[in-house]
């Protein structure tokens, strides 16, 4: 058993989404230990995407996130779960997802990718960190599988 973050984003709760993406994540047989709503800090948000700073979409990227409330889930279940959880939400361009996906059968505006519906951790690496951040205690049990890092949906850019 592993953890990972998935984090709702404001666009869904526009959207009315919420509900429907968290079937997935239950359909999926994943376990939701820790879930939190609120807005976060400018600081969480750059902690958050950091790596990312003085990329192109990074401005954008942070403030969509900072817009509105969002939704911090801890999720749980066997597996390479950070793999099994980038394959449920998708490509992160929404015009590239596939259908089947959060991003697939939800996103409406590859134009504004930062508009993705959600965040999930892109690395068993960045999993920890990201539950730290948010959840104040390193995560225990993130898992991941080696040589995974070529898959299209496991890519860090943009998550």
Request: glycine share 12%; hydrophobic share 40%; net charge positive.
């Amino acid at each position: 058993m592993g953890n990972t973050l998935l984090i709702v984003k404001p666009d869904a709760y526009e959207r009315g989404l919420e509900a429907a993406i968290l079937d997935r994540v239950r359909g999926a047989g994943l376990d939701m230990v820790r879930s939190e709503r609120r807005r976060l800090a400018r600081a969480e948000v750059e902690a958050l995407y950091g790596e990312h700073r003085g990329k192109l979409f990074y401005a954008a990227n942070t403030e969509f996130i900072l817009s509105g409330p969002v939704g911090l889930f801890l999720l749980n279940g066997p597996g390479d779960i950070v793999r099994r959880v980038r394959v449920l939400v998708g490509h992160k361009d929404p015009g590239c997802a596939a259908p089947g996906s959060i991003r697939g059968d939800f996103g409406i505006d590859p134009r504004r990718i930062e508009r993705n519906l959600v965040h999930a951790s892109s690395t068993p690496e960045d999993a920890e960190r990201e539950i730290s951040l948010f959840f104040g205690s390193p995560a225990v049990g993130v898992t991941g599988t080696p040589g995974c890092s070529k898959e299209p949906a496991a890519r860090k850019e943009g998550a």
